[in-house]
DNA sequence: GGGAGTGTATGGTTTTCATCGAACACTCTG
DNA sequence: CAGAGTGTTCGATGAAAACCATACACTCCC
């Protein structure tokens, strides 16, 4: 019948535009989601599954820090076979928070 | 002798530039702190004693948050009388994180 | 279909943080 | 100098959040 090729439960999202500052700034006020970000954004867009990034924590823990960033529309996730890509939503969380993820971007890469 | 007038412990401040990002969002990433800038921001600099701002905490969780403010170089405070009256440091904080400050304050009244 | 690879959900532990009450320190005024 | 007003410090409590180990669900490949 040819409806979809996973019958796995697409990760909820939350656009930028309904996130409240207070959430925007829980989410990036955390060590471990400050480099996902950062790394997010060094690498071409759903270039990078979950599992693939270089941070000391669990994978029960990193599966947390995705939903939390998903939750304040940073982060956007599609499956991709097993996997599940990312993307950094840089325009539209930029579009909401203007200057916000640049701040975090730049310099410090030690934190 | 003529020295100073107050024999009390000036409060310790950071300048903005020695703040690390990660601090700077914890310290903003807390409804009561929020408010407190917000209405701070609204106020003549040095016209506002700690005890004078409206948010439903102890006064022992308010020295607290300015505490917080204070190292996250958001507030600079000087003792006057046997009041401590606040002041936001807008500028020098926005030199260090251009734009955060404007986000906190925009809008969203009700948070 | 079995098995490896990948991510989520659950339950429980640990840590962190906001909060309070009470005690203390300092300033001014009567 | 006694007392009211203001803010900090201390210890304890409670809630929130990060974390892990395990178990589970799904996809692909042999």
Redesign the pocket.
Do not use: I, M, N, W
């Given at each position: 019948m040819a409806e979809r090729?996973?019958?796995?439960?697409a990760?909820e999202h939350v656009h930028p535009d309904e996130v409240p500052v207070l959430t925007a700034l829980?989410a990036l006020a955390?060590?471990?989601?400050i480099r996902l970000v950062r790394e997010l954004a060094g690498s071409p867009e759903w270039s990078r599954?979950?599992?693939?990034f270089d941070v000391?924590?669990?994978?029960?823990?990193?599966?947390?820090?995705?939903?939390?960033l998903r939750g304040a529309g940073l982060v956007e996730?599609r499956?991709?076979?097993?996997?599940?890509?990312n993307r950094l939503r840089r325009a539209e969380f930029d579009a909401r928070f203007p200057g916000l993820l640049a701040l975090v971007l730049r310099e410090e890469p030690a934190l």
């Open positions: 090729t996973s019958h796995r439960a990760p829980a955390d060590p471990v989601r599954s979950c599992g693939s000391p924590v669990g994978k029960a823990a990193l599966s947390h820090h995705f939903a939390v996730q499956d991709e076979g097993p996997k599940r890509v």
